[in-house]
């Protein structure tokens, strides 16, 4: 299994960015998927989640109404689309996978529980400047 992350980069506070992940050897639509970051110094947080089975969209208090998680069951592909990014987004952001049973992307409470996360991928590492 692997989840391939990509679309991290720099940019100016106010700009967009879009992250892409890709899964192989897993079907992303069978699973939780979504993302965390991490920024310097701070634990790793959930950022946003879906579930295609269950209909549900969260996403942390931080990003909502400026992130929007979309997913693309053709290319098994989730994406991040990030708009008016603000300095204190920058962070290496990670998709992640989670079995169903986990409960992770079912109450806002367990977004940001990594213990539920069954596969990760590797960072893109979004910077923000002011």
């Known amino acids: 299994v692997q989840l391939q992350a990509s679309g991290g980069g720099r940019v100016q506070a106010g700009g967009s960015l879009r992250l892409s992940c890709v899964g192989s050897g897993i079907t992303l639509d069978d699973y939780h998927i979504g993302w965390f970051r991490q920024a ?3 634990e790793r947080e959930g950022v946003s ?3 295609n089975r269950e209909g549900i969209i969260m996403y942390s208090d931080s990003v909502k109404s400026r ?3 979309s ?3 053709a290319r098994n592909t989730v994406y991040l689309q990030m708009n008016s990014l603000k300095p204190e987004d920058t962070a290496v952001y990670y998709c992640a996978a989670a079995d ?3 409960g ?3 109450h806002r409470r ?5 213990a539920a ?3 990760w991928g590797e960072g893109t590492l979004v910077t923000v400047s002011s």
């Open 40 to 42: 310097p110094g701070k």
């Open 49 to 51: 989640c879906l579930s």
């Open 67 to 69: 992130f929007t998680i």
């Open 71 to 73: 997913r693309d069951s």
């Open 100 to 102: 169903y049973r986990s």
């Open 104 to 106: 992770w992307c079912r």
């Open 110 to 114: 367990s977004l940001n529980i990594r």
């Open 117 to 119: 996360v069954d596969y």
